[in-house]
């Protein structure tokens, strides 16, 4: 297990970044995996939605076991799972939740600086305790901060900037592999922070965010597609179906 752990960790490599194609099942899993993938990711809202929950930590753990429990049967790749803010109140509850992730094979976790249905970010010291209890199981945490949640680049600052480096320092201390900083439109703030951080840097793709070569050239380590593939394989879903019933 600690070498699946080690593999997953050395493909975070600044410049030449591993890129997933974020999935939701165990048939997802397979289709992406035979397709070329390095590793395999879930992301929380299309695991929710394919199980008739919402985002958020409102699917039970239980299911979130279950649900790599099967994707870790159909491929050898690494596997991490997006554990949202760790499922637990204090952390020691998100070490017990990441352990058991840990017990079955999951390689990685994400972990949110904001817990469920909140907007305010958790302090850096909780947030960086959080961030170490799951650490302490061994697994590769991604640290994911929400500075830039629903801020339009128009209004990025310099101060921001550092306070995306300030979490990662933090979280670098706690044990964390990764900082993920979703939602970055700007090209300049995405290479000012993977220069300036302590961690391998992942971003989330999107239409307009740049090719994976050019996140490449900026510094980036990792690229996620997020919730992206669930959705368009949904619409496609939907598409066909009203072309049937029409």
């Known amino acids: 297990m600690t070498s699946k752990i080690e593999q997953f960790r050395a493909l975070h490599v600044p410049g030449k970044p591993l890129v997933l194609y974020n999935i939701w099942d165990a048939g997802s899993a397979r289709a992406v995996a035979e397709a070329g993938a390095s590793a395999i990711a879930t992301g ?5 939605e394919a199980n008739g929950f919402k ?16 994707i870790l049967t159909v491929t050898d790749l690494p596997v991490t799972i997006d554990m949202e803010a760790g499922y ?24 949110e600086d904001r817990m469920p ?17 799951a650490a302490a199981t061994g697994i590769h945490v991604n640290a994911r901060t929400d500075v ?13 900037i550092e306070a995306v480096l300030t979490r990662a320092r933090a ?29 391998p840097v992942n971003v989330l793709w999107a239409p307009g965010r740049g090719t994976t070569a050019e996140l490449a050239d ?10 992206q593939p669930w959705g368009w394989a949904m619409e496609k879903l939907a598409e066909d179906a009203r072309a049937i019933y029409t």
């Open 88 to 111: 637990g109140d204090t952390p020691a509850e998100v070490g017990r939740s990441v352990g058991k992730a840990f017990d079955l094979g999951a390689a990685g976790i994400n972990i």
């Open 44 to 48: 929380s809202y299309g695991v929710a």
């Open 148 to 160: 830039y949640r629903g801020v339009d680049p128009a209004d990025y600052s310099p101060e921001m």
């Open 218 to 227: 900026l510094g980036v380590a990792r690229i996620s597609y997020g919730h």
């Open 171 to 199: 979280y670098a201390e706690a044990g964390a592999g990764s900082l993920f900083v979703p939602f970055l439109g700007d090209h300049p703030t995405i290479r000012a922070i993977c220069e300036g951080a302590s961690l």
């Open 55 to 70: 985002d958020g930590e409102t699917l039970p753990l239980d299911i979130v076991l279950e649900n790599l429990r099967r």
């Open 117 to 133: 249905g909140e907007t305010e970010l958790l302090s850096v010291d909780v947030a960086a305790e959080r961030v170490a209890a």
